[in-house]
């Protein structure tokens, strides 16, 4: 399954957002710097929803705040 999502670094809290079906807002608060941002919205999906970091897999916007994530 293929999601669109919106992602705030710096945020006081770590946090899933469901906006519709397949598009998320998800809150960090990790630094968007040295790629830790990404690597925790993987830790923080695999934990939404309930599955391996491995399955998760940012396909499209690496560096942009839009991104296109991959859920296997």
Same mark, same amino acid.
């Given at each position: 399954?293929?999601?669109?999502? +919106?992602?705030? !670094?710096? *945020?006081? @809290?770590? #946090?899933?957002?469901? &906006?519709? #079906?397949?598009?998320?807002? %998800? +809150?960090?608060? *990790?630094? !968007?710097?040295?790629? @830790?941002?990404?690597?925790?919205? &993987?830790? &923080?999906?695999?934990?939404?929803?309930? &599955?391996? +970091?491995?399955?998760?897999?940012? %396909?499209?916007? @690496?560096?942009? +705040?839009? @991104?296109? %994530?991959? %859920? *296997?």
């Amino acid at each position: 399954m293929r999601i669109y999502v +919106k992602v705030t !670094p710096r *945020a006081s @809290k770590n #946090e899933v957002i469901k &906006i519709s #079906e397949g598009e998320y807002k %998800v +809150k960090l608060t *990790a630094a !968007p710097i040295d790629g @830790k941002a990404n690597g925790m919205l &993987i830790d &923080i999906l695999a934990e939404y929803f309930g &599955i391996a +970091k491995s399955r998760i897999s940012i %396909v499209g916007g @690496k560096t942009a +705040k839009t @991104k296109i %994530v991959n %859920v *296997a």
